[in-house]
């Protein structure tokens, strides 16, 4: 069998378990490029050197030089424009502000610091404002080279084949249309999305919680009323069970026994209320020694996903007791070990000493909330790493120092300032998307080499056929914009530029709108709560369900692509 079969048949696989999500895309990626190196495609010392790539190395300093950055005052100064204004003008005002700060730090950690502020304001209601929030990160990426990582990992596919490198604000002209009419699409849809406000009671935050009575309690022998279980505030008594036998609803002159097992539906800030009651021994309950408790959000490649606390292991991997669980805005019900985990659940945890330090944290879950809370640096380093960043960017942009070297002097000084310490940037450290990147490089090269690239980009133009070189470039833009619904943005990235690249070769065109399409068609993830991380945050946060990012995505998605298709060809002849 040919090599172009075969790396065919290795890409199939490596498509199927990424839309899956089943497998963390690095896994899918690293064992697909390990396998063209077992086949005898690609020789060791080239297949090295796909994580070496210039573009690669210039990611994985700035992910983190960006560790420094979420610790300023930088992002929590974004919470002020949440006042008592209109909702327009406090969505134009977060918008702009969030597509601004997204443009040249991570818009996760954008994202993440903001959801709290809004959930906690009293002017508007937090579902109306944190999808538009998210969205408006994702348009700020794409406003210059490090507004994603997007961006960069196509950057080391440019310099991989031998092209000019992609400039630092070279996506400007185009994203800023995109972002202008975004955010006033975004205002215009505003009232569209649902008042799931918190105050709704158990369908607005319902975590399950789970209390076992304890033989001597003072619970036993008296009702439920006479217990008042009934009486909690945004905290509902939903289930019981005896002896195995699951009583539900439950009622209120019921006579509790020892051993019963009581489940709970209700908002987060309604487990201290179990506190109050002797001899109630709730899940995480002999981990609790007065830390902060954390909220994580299972990520769709989770290794967790499909199984039960209980059959995980879930404490012993992580030193973290699960004290409840919440899917979106769906009240959950059982036993909260025996439950199957899905993605974009959050769990509620108790965290040990070395939760933080766990391995394991950035591969099995999207976002987690709580850790570092009240980690910010003094005035003074925080001025000192703003300002580094901004001088390190300007050196760059003016070409007086290459961005790679500024970011290493950069870290340097974050290091002897003590913004920064080792142990926190050997957590940072973006392994996966080291993996991600440099298989997906040497994949690539594989697909150029073998003539697989060629192939596919020939089928593309059979489909599109008698449209030209406008057809195949909208063709290119459609494939990522799919791509990256499917399966993550990074990844879409990856297995569309290699097919781009080809078609714009076999035109005999200028590779730069296609590239373009790539870039832009790889950020347009708007539509599914699974395409990007910062959605599936805000999916849970806001007690959003997936016809809400329908609503608002898809005709963020249209505008967005009407943008791309008009105004890349214009910024970017063929």
């Known amino acids: 069998?040919?090599?172009?079969?075969?790396?065919?048949?290795?890409?199939?696989?490596?498509?199927?378990?990424?839309?899956?999500?089943?497998?963390?895309?690095?896994?899918?990626?690293?064992?697909?490029?390990?396998?063209?190196?077992?086949?005898?495609?690609?020789?060791?010392?080239?297949?090295?050197?796909?994580?070496?790539?210039?573009?690669?190395?210039?990611?994985?300093?700035?992910?983190?030089?960006?560790?420094?950055?979420?610790?300023?005052?930088?992002?929590?100064?974004?919470?002020?424009?949440?006042?008592?204004?209109?909702?327009?003008?406090?969505?134009?005002?977060?918008?702009?502000?969030?597509?601004?700060?997204?443009?040249?730090?991570n818009n996760t950690a954008v994202v993440a610091s903001l959801i709290g502020v809004v959930r906690r304001n009293q002017a508007h209601a937090p579902a109306k404002l944190l999808l538009p929030l998210n969205y408006a990160a994702i348009l700020g990426g794409t406003l210059t080279l490090i507004g994603t990582s997007t961006n960069l990992i196509v950057n080391s596919f440019v310099e991989n084949a031998g092209l000019p490198a992609l400039g630092f604000f070279e996506f400007t002209p185009v994203a800023v249309v995109i972002v202008v009419a975004g955010i006033l699409l975004l205002i215009l849809l505003a009232n569209i999305l649902p008042d799931r406000r918190e105050e709704s009671g158990e369908e607005a935050l319902p975590y399950l919680l789970e209390a076992h009575v304890a033989k001597g309690s003072s619970l036993v022998g008296r009702s439920v009323v006479d217990n008042k279980l009934r009486a909690l505030k945004k905290l509902y008594l939903v289930e019981l069970e005896r002896s195995g036998i699951c009583i539900c609803p439950v009622p209120p002159q019921l006579v509790l026994q020892a051993d019963d097992v009581l489940?709970?539906?209700?908002?987060?800030?309604?487990?201290?209320?179990?506190?109050?009651?002797?001899?109630?021994?709730?899940?995480?309950?002999?981990?609790?020694?007065?830390?902060?408790?954390?909220?994580?959000?299972?990520?769709?490649?989770?290794?967790?996903?499909?199984?039960?606390l209980k059959e995980s292991r879930f404490r012993e991997q992580f030193d973290a007791a699960v004290m409840a669980i919440r899917r979106g805005n769906h009240p959950l019900k059982g036993g909260l070990g025996d439950i199957i985990l899905q993605p974009g659940d959050v769990l509620l945890l108790t965290p040990g000493d070395g939760f933080s330090n766990s391995a394991k944290l950035s591969s099995e879950f999207a976002a987690i909330s709580g850790l570092d809370l009240n980690v910010r640096l003094d005035s003074r380093r925080g001025r000192w790493v703003l300002l580094g960043f901004a001088v390190t960017i300007v050196l760059s942009v003016t070409g007086v120092l290459p961005l790679a070297k500024g970011l290493v002097l950069l870290l340097l000084s974050y290091f002897?300032?003590?913004?920064?310490?080792?142990?926190?940037?050997?957590?940072?450290?973006?392994?996966?998307?080291?993996?991600?990147?440099?298989?997906?490089?040497?994949?690539a090269n594989l697909m150029m080499s073998t003539g697989l690239a060629d192939s596919l980009a020939q089928g593309l133009l059979s489909v599109i056929n008698g449209y030209g070189v406008f057809g195949a470039f909208v063709g290119v833009y459609f494939m990522t914009l799919l791509l990256t619904e499917l399966v993550t943005n990074n990844a879409a990235a990856a297995l569309a530029?290699?097919?781009?690249?080809?078609?714009?070769?076999?035109?005999?065109?200028?590779?730069?709108?296609?590239?373009?399409?790539?870039?832009?068609?790889?950020?347009?993830?708007?539509?599914?709560?699974y395409g990007y991380q910062t959605n599936l945050m805000v999916f849970n946060a806001g007690n959003y369900r997936f016809s809400d990012f329908v609503r608002l995505g898809l005709p963020l998605s249209v505008l967005y692509s009407l943008i791309v298709i008009f105004m890349v060809p214009i910024i970017f002849p063929f």
């Open 1 to 105: 069998m040919s090599d172009l079969w075969l790396l065919a048949i290795i890409l199939l696989g490596l498509v199927a378990g990424l839309i899956s999500g089943r497998i963390n895309p690095a896994v899918l990626f690293l064992f697909a490029f390990l396998l063209c190196y077992l086949l005898g495609m690609v020789a060791l010392d080239t297949a090295l050197t796909s994580f070496t790539n210039i573009g690669l190395v210039t990611l994985v300093l700035l992910v983190l030089a960006a560790t420094a950055l979420e610790k300023t005052s930088l992002l929590g100064k974004l919470s002020q424009v949440i006042g008592n204004s209109s909702l327009p003008m406090t969505m134009a005002k977060l918008g702009l502000s969030t597509a601004l700060l997204s443009s040249f730090t």
């Open 263 to 308: 489940r709970f539906s209700g908002a987060v800030e309604s487990v201290e209320l179990l506190h109050q009651f002797d001899g109630l021994d709730w899940f995480g309950k002999h981990q609790a020694k007065g830390q902060n408790l954390v909220e994580a959000v299972l990520a769709p490649s989770s290794s967790l996903v499909g199984s039960s």
């Open 416 to 443: 002897v300032i003590g913004a920064v310490t080792l142990a926190e940037l050997k957590r940072r450290f973006p392994l996966e998307l080291v993996v991600i990147v440099g298989s997906a490089l040497g994949l």
């Open 497 to 529: 530029f290699p097919i781009a690249y080809a078609i714009a070769l076999n035109y005999g065109v200028d590779a730069r709108p296609f590239i373009m399409a790539v870039v832009f068609g790889a950020s347009a993830s708007f539509i599914s709560p």
